[in-house]
Antibody
């Protein structure tokens, strides 16, 4: 079964740090680009960052650029999101997702169950 | 960035009803459009990719259509398990962007 399982969320004070992990199983992790998408409770989905299959290329939303770092360990089948200088507006559920590339476009399947990050004093 | 606008933002309907949700892109995205379903407390789940291709395992009462800037998701006969929030997402260009969601509630 193709599966993604996030961990590492929690409550942290403004200015603090967290590292999220996303453990992949059931597929050849090193063949796929991976994404982080976040969702403020009760709100919509927002792309945060993505990384190519070998980890040599990363892209970030402007809102997190310079504060968050995406990385991956293909030997461990794990995706990471290092989150520094956290702000209240970073409070959200964070999902990892596998990108399926196709000539007809790209889509996300599957998604992990999410890990909640709360930034509050 | 490409803006995705869904309508309506919320919708009430009865079991057995036919429902259509619209998604409009701020520029031509050809058919690079996906639809996801999200139930409360759960992760999004892919329903349709490339505007009209049903994901494996998704019931045939779901269908998608459109090209260019205007797209629709149709549920032909609502079932209890279909009450959820639906999101469109464009994959024409980075950043990949989502619509704001359409919440489908039981009438």
């Amino acid at each position: 079964e193709v599966q993604l399982v996030e961990s590492g969320g929690g409550q942290v004070q403004p200015g603090g740090t967290l590292r999220l992990s996303c453990a992949a199983s059931g597929f050849t992790f090193s063949n796929y680009w991976m994404y982080w998408v976040r969702q403020v409770p009760g709100k919509g989905l927002v792309w945060v960052s993505h990384i190519n299959n070998d980890g040599t290329s990363t892209t970030y939303a402007d809102s997190v650029k310079g504060r968050f770092t995406i990385s991956r360990d293909n030997a461990k089948n794990t995706l990471y999101l290092q989150m520094n200088s956290l702000r209240g507006e970073d409070t959200a559920m964070y999902y990892c997702a596998r990108e399926i590339p196709d000539y007809r476009g790209n889509w996300f399947d599957p998604w992990g169950q999410g890990t909640l990050v709360t930034v509050s004093s | 960035d490409i803006q995705m606008t869904q309508s309506p933002s919320s919708l009430s309907a009865s079991v057995g009803a036919r429902v259509t949700i619209t998604c409009r892109a701020s520029q031509n995205i050809i058919t690079y459009l996906n639809w996801y379903q999200q139930k409360p407390g759960k992760a999004p789940n892919l329903l349709i990719h490339a505007a009209s291709i049903l994901q494996n395992g998704v019931p045939s009462r779901f269908s998608g259509s459109g090209s260019g800037t205007d797209f629709t998701l149709t549920i032909s006969s609502l079932q209890t398990e279909d009450f959820a929030t639906y999101y469109c997402q464009q994959s024409y260009s980075t950043p990949l962007t989502f619509g704001q969601g359409t919440r489908l509630e039981i009438e």
